[in-house]
């Protein structure tokens, strides 16, 4: 490594250059394209604030870039600044000379103090790298499915090694931005969802729902509402994908009252026979509210996977972040995007 190494905090002007290395370094990620829409969606437009971020340059060259994506969590009444690992690139040509982890160490000596909590969900080639510099792996969030046309899913997990499918999914559930045309009702349903007793749960607004399902580039999101009376009691959003040879619909987020599984089920049958879909996949077994409801309504776990939740505390959180049993995740907290 060059001795003229120098890690900075990101500027707007780096955005074209971060972004090309970001297409050489990871591809095109979940829209296929590392567009200058969704980078700045995602990091820039965050209702929870913006992405606090680090580039590496060797001799003037950016080589390397790190960002850490703003989140919050709530637990009861207390909440809980945190941000996930995300987008960490460097440059082929520089590999296997420590600036990952400067870039990493550098990124957390510069929020310090301001954050509570990092947490991402690397795979099996980064993982290793966060345990050396402190993360705890905590544990495999359980993912669940529920097979629509079993035959037809059958046959496409036995065919996976094919290839994907680009059929078109004939989804017919609404666009996620449609749930947004009362506000007010939105935020009237949020009052009343269980907040995951006392468990870690992402502290959902209206403008981070709408944020994170209905504003974001590329990313088809669909929703499902139930009405009670006039009311809005219930909202699920999901996006149609292509898994392999099968479509899928990822089940992201599931509001509901407390207790109500009367609407539980009336919004994963709608959003099942609106799909278009082979099968539907969600986590499942961490929401004290929810688990059993996905289980009666026909989820099954699946025993030897799961998505890797890897987590560093900076600041005391309670309850304790390193324990699964703390959290009680939506799969939409949990996508990567």
């Known amino acids: 490594m060059s001795d003229d190494l120098v890690v900075r905090r990101y500027a707007d002007a780096d955005e074209e250059a971060v972004l090309a290395l970001l297409q050489l370094s990871l591809g095109g990620g979940p829209i296929g394209q590392r567009t200058a829409d969704f980078f700045r969606w995602k990091h820039r437009d965050n209702p929870f604030g913006r992405s606090p971020a680090f580039v590496a340059e060797d001799a003037g060259r950016l080589v390397g870039f790190r960002t850490f994506m703003r989140w919050r969590w ?26 990952f982890t ?23 080639k980064s993982r290793p790298g966060y345990l050396k510099m402190g993360w705890t792996q905590v544990g495999a969030v359980p993912v669940a499915l529920r097979p629509r046309r079993p035959l037809r899913f059958a046959r496409g997990v036995r065919s996976a090694r094919a290839g994907a499918s680009d059929a078109p999914i004939a989804c017919r559930l609404a666009p996620a931005a449609d749930a947004f045309g009362s506000p007010e009702a939105v935020a009237g349903l949020l009052e009343r969802v269980a907040d995951g007793d006392g468990r870690l749960a992402t502290d959902r ?40 040879p099968l479509a899928e619909l990822t089940v992201s987020e599931v509001l509901v009252a407390r207790g109500d599984r009367a609407t539980t089920r009336a919004l994963l049958r709608e959003a099942g026979r609106g799909s278009g879909c082979d099968h539907l996949a969600t986590v499942t077994g961490l929401d004290p509210d929810l688990g059993g409801a996905f289980t009666r309504a026909g989820f099954v776990r699946l025993p030897s996977q799961g998505i890797v939740l890897t987590t560093r505390p900076l600041a005391d959180v309670a309850p304790d972040p390193t324990a699964l049993g703390s959290w009680a995740f939506s799969l939409g907290d949990l996508e990567v995007f």
């Open 74 to 99: 709530r637990a009861g009444a207390r909440r809980w600044e945190a941000v996930r690992a995300v987008d960490t690139a460097t440059h082929p040509d520089h590999q296997g000379k420590g600036i």
């Open 102 to 124: 400067r870039l990493t160490d550098g990124a957390v000596d510069g929020i310090r103090g301001e954050i509570d909590l990092i947490f991402n969900t690397p795979n099996d």
């Open 205 to 244: 607004s209206v403008a981070y729902l709408r944020w994170r399902y209905a504003e974001a580039p590329g990313l088809d999101y669909r929703h499902v509402a139930v009405h009670r009376g006039g009311e809005l009691v219930g909202l699920v959003f999901a996006r149609p994908r292509r898994r392999g």
